[in-house]
């Protein structure tokens, strides 16, 4: 009985596939990760956190997804201004809406490039500005989101009295 031959071409072509599949992979991740058709304001509040770890907000009920909302002291257009400022210096990040009381802002992964959705809303009666960050794909983020909100609050707060 003879055994296979296995060529040099059917190395490289073997190689060649086992290191283009998983970008490959990533690609169609990241291609199948629409905008989410939950985001925006529903009865005063922000979309609620997935189950999955890769989720943070101010109006979540437990631990894992609740994050500190930011403290507001001036009027929701000043606010709503200031956090387009900050977000305008933060690297990969696009505003996609922004009213008087409302922000969404995209903000792009650098190496896979995927896409987290981070929302603010201005609840003037409370004194506060609820906030939400959410990665599209994938099931934990490595404390990213959580991290993401925490930079933009230090920001606000260095910057002036937002906070």
Same mark, same amino acid.
């Given at each position: 009985m003879n055994a296979p031959?296995?060529? !040099?071409?059917?190395?490289?072509v073997a190689v060649a596939i086992v290191?283009?599949?998983p970008f490959v992979g990533l690609a169609a991740l990241r291609a199948m990760s629409a905008?989410? !058709?939950?985001?925006?304001?529903?009865?005063?509040?922000l979309a609620p956190c997935p189950k999955s770890p890769n989720c943070v907000s101010s109006q979540a009920e437990d631990a894992q997804h609740r994050v500190d909302p930011i403290r507001l002291s001036v009027t929701p257009a000043t606010a709503i201004s200031r956090l387009e400022e900050v977000l305008s210096r933060m690297p990969r990040t696009t505003v996609v809406t922004k009213t008087d009381r409302y922000l969404h802002a995209e903000v792009t992964s650098r190496f896979y490039r995927f896409v987290d959705d981070v929302e603010f809303l201005v609840d003037?009666?409370?004194g506060v500005i609820h906030c939400r960050s959410a990665s599209r794909v994938g099931y934990s983020d490595l404390g990213v989101n959580r991290a993401r909100i925490e930079q933009i609050r230090a920001a606000l707060a260095a910057g002036g009295p937002t906070h």
């Open positions: 031959v296995v060529t !040099k071409r059917m190395i490289y290191v283009l599949l905008r989410p !058709k939950n985001l925006g304001v529903t009865e005063g509040r003037e009666q409370a």
